[in-house]
């Protein structure tokens, strides 16, 4: 097996310094140790030695052949340099032939514990009867057969310290989240509660406020309950107090955060290492919610925590007891569960929401996204040929003909927003089109089809671009800036400031709805945003998406990251692309490797009752 390998300059400078701290070894010890290194780079928590045995390494044009796996573990496990688990070395090595950096087997050891202790403890003061009429109260009929799955969600959530409530875009997340806050508050009779709702970007942070803003309004509870429901959202990195200089933040394991309830939104998006640091800053006694699509890309850092967290795709049934509390309290019967209580400790802290509101049995996206996710990419082109349910296809064009098959659809999609008569008029209308990409370098990346919009528009009449600050442009923040108030994903529009002699200023939408202007010589590292790439697209929905692959395939383009293409379009979306590329992309998985999955998801032997 040949295994071509460029190493980084952060490789080559770890590896040869834990060969100098091994003091001997094996002769492919360095080299080993820059695989792993790499491997951490490109997302991984630690790296397979399975994957590299016996493997023909070819670096810096030299050949260099490693044993069997039985031969690399043990020599390795010889090294003075690796530790097993628990031991304090520069690497770790596993049982299962995983050899991590001691920093990411600490990330993986400290979350897992995290998990599995709070999986483990039930709320045994509960009372079922105020729980049972708040239910009722918040989530009105299916009872029974088929099963109200945000009921379920929500009596998971009420139940246990650790809950994961996963589904697609139209499933009922946030909806179900703020009707478990006033189910927590109901039971806690007129104690305050400490909750803290937190999400990975400002911008999910915001989209999530105004989504529990909107909510409350409509809830039915008592109005000291409504009261209490917290209004504002942090991101993570603000949760946890970020220290200037430092990689550390102020709440740890050794100054736990005071919160009863911490809820993340968009888990998906979360890094390994930053769920880690998240879980050991909890108190014992304090739950952890998490909402995601298990299905969406993982974070573009290292680890994919919440589809680990979910088992890979799995749907563990859940426990006898589980399932009669369940029945007991809200009168709904759920099927599958185990016949015992043999089940996984995770089996009743994970519920997948199953009814789509957003997409009817009708919906083109719909199936679309539901045929991606099944890995069936020839099911999922032959639906999008069809050009019905608000989906399509169109063959991707030569790079040189781009401009020209493009400039109908960007002048259609653009044009509105650039006649808008005010900043909020511009804001709200930009959100309903985008231009989503795979990739951000070459033709049909996000760097060449910017300039491409911009080229088109120009030629219309509809922006000058003149200056770089032309009325129009749209861009988007790529870093947190807290004294700004502007956050990594925030996107503004350049628009005249009247009020102030038609001077260039971004204008930005504010959480609680209103508007703000930022100089642009205040304005954080941004970019120009009328493509962006699909991962950057996260946590934001269009009416309308125009998705572009390359004609060529790429180790980039998994089912994933069509999957999210498609699902942040809520009325129409167009594909352009490579029939080979489209169904390759959706065959082939992001597979990031860790040992997460495995520790919490043990096999149990069981079989449904």
């Given at each position: ?102 920093r990411y087997?600490?990330?993986e ?20 009867s ?13 009872a ?29 997340k946030?909806?179900t ?9 109901e039971?806690?009779?007129g ?182 996710n ?39 999609g653009?044009?509105a ?25 070459g ?5 060449g ?12 009449g ?39 002699n038609?001077?260039?200023r ?65 009325n ?11 169904v ?26």
């Amino acid at each position: 097996m040949m295994i071509p390998f460029e190493p980084s300059a952060i490789d080559r400078h770890f590896s040869a310094f834990i060969q100098r701290e091994a003091k001997g070894g094996p002769p492919w010890l360095e080299l080993v140790v820059a695989l792993a290194s790499n491997a951490v780079g490109c997302g991984n928590i630690c790296l397979n030695l399975a994957d590299i045995a016996e493997g023909d390494v070819l670096v810096d044009g030299t050949r260099q052949q490693l044993p069997a796996t039985g031969e690399l573990q043990e020599q390795l496990a010889g090294a003075a340099v690796v530790g097993a688990p628990g031991q304090f070395r520069p690497l770790v090595l596993d049982g299962a032939g995983r050899l991590y950096l001691y920093r990411y087997w600490r990330y993986e050891h400290d979350l897992a514990r995290v998990i599995l202790e709070k999986s483990g403890l039930f709320v045994n003061d509960l009372d079922e009867s105020l729980l049972g009429e708040g239910v009722e109260r918040l989530f009105p009929g299916s009872a029974g057969e088929g099963g109200d799955w945000q009921k379920i969600a929500a009596m998971a959530a009420v139940q246990k310290r650790f809950c994961v409530i996963s589904g697609g875009p139209g499933t009922g997340k946030t909806s179900t989240v703020v009707k478990i806050i006033a189910l927590l508050l109901e039971q806690a009779r007129g104690k305050a509660l400490r909750i803290a709702l937190a999400a990975p970007t400002g911008k999910a942070a915001a989209r999530l406020k105004e989504s529990i803003r909107l909510m409350k309004e409509k809830l039915d509870c008592a109005p000291d309950v409504k009261a209490l429901i917290p209004d504002e959202v942090t991101t993570i990195h603000r949760l946890l107090g970020v220290r200037a200089g430092s990689v550390r933040f102020r709440h740890s394991g050794d100054n736990l955060l005071p919160h009863d309830v911490v809820i993340v939104d968009e888990a998906s998006m979360v890094a390994l290492p930053l769920m880690a640091k998240l879980a050991v800053a909890l108190r014992d006694d304090a739950r952890l919610v998490l909402l995601g699509d298990r299905d969406q890309l993982a974070s573009v850092e290292a680890g994919a925590a919440l589809g680990d967290i979910c088992g890979g795709g799995r749907s563990e049934p859940f426990s006898a007891g589980f399932a009669a509390f369940v029945q007991r309290v809200a009168g709904e019967k759920v099927h599958g569960w185990l016949s015992s209580d043999a089940a996984c400790p995770l089996a009743d802290s994970l519920v997948i929401l199953k009814k789509n509101y957003r997409f009817g049995a009708d919906s083109g996206i719909g199936a679309v996204a539901g045929a991606v996710n099944a890995g069936e990419g020839a099911n999922a082109l032959v639906l999008l040929r069809r050009d019905s349910g608000g989906c399509s296809w169109h063959d991707i064009p030569l790079p040189d003909r781009l401009k020209k098959a493009l400039a109908e659809r960007i002048v259609n999609g653009y044009g509105a927003y650039l006649a808008a008569s005010s900043p909020s008029e511009a804001l709200e209308r930009f959100d309903r089109f985008r231009i989503l990409c795979a990739l951000r370098q070459g033709a049909y990346g996000v760097a060449g089809i910017n300039g491409l919009v911009e080229e088109i528009l120009a030629e219309k009449g509809l922006v000058e671009r003149h200056n770089r600050w032309y009325a129009g442009r749209p861009v988007m923040v790529t870093v947190n800036d807290y004294q700004m108030k502007l956050f990594n994903g925030d996107i503004g529009i350049v628009l005249p400031d009247k009020e102030n002699n038609n001077e260039p200023r971004v204008w930005f939408s504010a959480p609680d709805g209103a508007i703000r202007k930022v100089s642009p010589v205040r304005l954080p590292t941004h970019e120009t945003v009328f493509a962006m790439t699909v991962h950057k697209s996260q946590g934001s929905e269009f009416d309308q998406v125009l998705m572009l692959l390359p004609d060529r395939d790429s180790g980039a383009l998994t089912r994933e990251l069509i999957y999210t293409g498609i699902t942040r379009a809520k009325n129409e979306v167009e594909i352009w692309g490579d029939e080979a590329v489209f169904v390759g992309a959706v065959s082939r998985r992001i597979d990031r490797k860790s040992g997460l999955k495995d520790t919490l998801w043990p096999e149990t032997g069981s079989s449904p009752g």
